[in-house]
């Protein structure tokens, strides 16, 4: 892996230290409008339980914590550094809107490979610019699919600067056991969704 590349990942992919910690700033500032744009297309109600893999700085989370107020919210990130920002701005989220936070957050270090949640846990899945860093697309799909309830809805997320390519990413998630994939394209990036039968 090229030196350019390796910083990237640290910065953005894989966040460590302090190229992690100013990466998780920029993610914060810039993929605000197009997180809420993927939450939008998962139709959230007030007491669904959403997972988010590859959480990053914490902003959808904070996002999904006020649009459930009688739901909770869940995630996997493998850096410490985007736990910690993930962390302190959930808690301040909830604290401007004055919604408790315990027992309605669980976040967690951790992989899409092997996500520390019980079997059709969670209403709702998503993962926004993250899909592309992991090592097994598929078996990342797969445990997605496992902690979600039946019927429960899935959405992939990719901005243009993700590197991810479109063509494919429907087969992914159909091959990983999902139904009914579609790709929602606007100029803020592209969406995959699909749903657990």
């Not at 739901?71 to 736990?83: K, Q, W």
């Not at 097994?136 to 429960?152: C, H, P, Q, S, T």
């Amino acid at each position: 892996m090229s030196l350019g590349r390796r910083l990237l990942m640290r910065a953005f992919g894989r966040p460590q230290g302090w190229l992690g910690r100013v990466g998780g700033v920029v993610m914060a500032r810039m993929n605000t409008d197009r997180s809420a744009w993927v939450t939008d297309l998962l139709d959230i109600r007030p007491t669904d339980g959403i997972l988010e893999v590859g959480f990053g700085p914490g902003v959808v989370i904070a996002q999904l914590l006020q649009l459930v107020p009688d739901g909770s919210v869940a995630g996997v990130d493998p850096s410490p550094e985007m736990l910690a920002q993930a962390q302190r701005r959930t808690a301040r989220a909830a604290a401007a809107v004055d919604l408790p936070q315990v027992g309605r957050v669980d976040l967690r270090e951790g992989t899409a490979a092997s996500l520390p949640f019980a079997d059709g846990r969670f209403d709702k899945a998503l993962a926004i610019n993250s899909m592309q860093v992991w090592p097994d697309a598929i078996g990342g799909l797969r445990e997605i699919a496992r902690v979600l309830k039946r019927d429960g809805t899935v959405a992939v997320g990719f901005t243009p600067q993700s590197g991810q390519p479109r063509a494919g990413i429907t087969d992914t998630l159909i091959a990983a056991g999902f139904i009914e994939a579609r790709l929602v394209e606007t100029n803020r990036g592209f969406c995959a969704l699909a749903r657990k039968p």
